[in-house]
């Protein structure tokens, strides 16, 4: 990688994460350029979005010789800004994805606060599963613009996928307070509901989203299906996910309407939405959970033995989950021995 600027090694000193970016980005970096062209960049179309891909470039660009580093200089940042940023969205829509962070962490040097491009190396980080980092990066673009709304509910959702639900309940609530009818905040805040097995407080919350501009609908019926499925409203549970199926089908949407059938004593129409998203072993092992969990342990035994069967190779959680069934089966036999 060429030599970063002075000023840049004192940016990323003092902010470990755009360091630890700068060092993931280290093998792009030997191709990229550190300079700035004086070409202003055209207007961004992600910029609406600051989590958005940026649309594909008509073709790559190859990168120049690096000139000098430009020494503080404000029309001369911006320049740098906006160019190091445009070919880190390049990058980008190119799955160079080293490559975009090494630009954008450029980038940073000149606009260190720059909430839009914190959160593309967050959402690229989230791409490649480094949750810890993305996680620090949508915290210093929400820090650094607090009152966008898309930033902290991304963040708010890193933080439900790592069960930090009291963070995530904080957050959501600080876009409610700005924007009371926000759907996915509103979606958000039920999804913590049910995290906090209050099923009644979450549908509330879920009625609100539906009724909210720009819903995801399938999601948020999904979310409201599952929990009227928990407060055994099976025929609203029902309505609701298959109305959410009717949208987008959904795999969570597809388990939950198979809980429920089973609840409904329909084993065969469960049996039959599993397979929409799951092979027949799988399937009959999610039918066995569900029996099990509603204490039918002998019903539960028989799908996990099917579970079993139709594997084609060892399938260490069905056996290990006929093992928990004929436990309970022993246990029950053995309690009910000892009253008579």
Not at 78 to 93: M, Y
Request: charged share 25%; proline share 6%; glycine share 4%.
């Amino acid at each position: 990688m060429p030599p970063l600027p002075n000023r840049t090694v004192a940016i990323l000193a003092a902010v470990p994460l755009l360091l630890q970016l700068a060092g993931c980005a280290s093998s792009a970096g030997t191709r990229a350029d550190t300079s700035a062209t004086t070409a202003a960049a055209p207007a961004n179309p992600a910029a609406a979005d600051p989590m958005a891909k940026p649309d594909k470039p008509d073709k790559p660009d190859k990168p120049d010789k690096p000139d000098k580093p430009v020494h503080s200089n404000t029309a001369a940042d911006t320049k740098a800004f906006a160019e190091a940023v445009k070919r880190g969205d390049k990058a980008w829509q190119a799955n160079e994805l080293d490559r975009a962070v090494y630009y954008y962490v450029l980038a940073l040097e000149r606009s260190p606060q720059d909430a839009p491009t914190l959160a593309k190396i967050g959402a690229i980080k989230q791409q490649r599963g480094e949750t810890a980092l993305a996680e620090k990066a949508f915290e210093m673009a929400h820090t650094a613009q607090p009152d966008e709304p898309r930033i902290a509910e991304r963040l708010a959702q890193l933080y439900m996928q790592q069960a930090k639900v009291d963070s995530a309940a904080r957050i959501y609530s600080e876009v409610l307070a700005l924007h009371p009818q926000r759907a996915r905040s509103l979606d958000g805040m039920g999804e913590v509901c049910i995290l906090r097995t209050d099923y009644v407080q979450s549908i509330h919350y879920f009625d609100q989203a539906l009724q909210a501009d720009q819903a995801d609908a399938a999601s948020v019926l999904t979310h409201r299906g599952y929990a009227k499925l928990r407060v055994l409203d099976l025929p609203g549970a029902e309505a609701d996910l298959r109305g959410a199926l009717a949208v987008t089908p959904r795999p969570d949407a597809w388990r939950y309407l198979a809980d429920l059938q089973v609840r409904q004593h329909d084993n065969a129409g469960a049996f039959a939405s599993l397979l929409k998203i799951m092979d027949s072993a799988h399937a009959y092992n999610e039918i066995g959970m569900v029996l099990l969990n509603m204490n039918s342990y002998g019903d539960s035994q028989a799908y996990f033995a099917k579970a079993i069967s139709a594997s084609p190779t060892w399938y260490e959680e069905a056996q290990s989950n006929l093992e928990l069934a004929e436990e309970h089966l022993k246990s029950h036999a053995e309690v009910g021995g000892a009253a008579r």
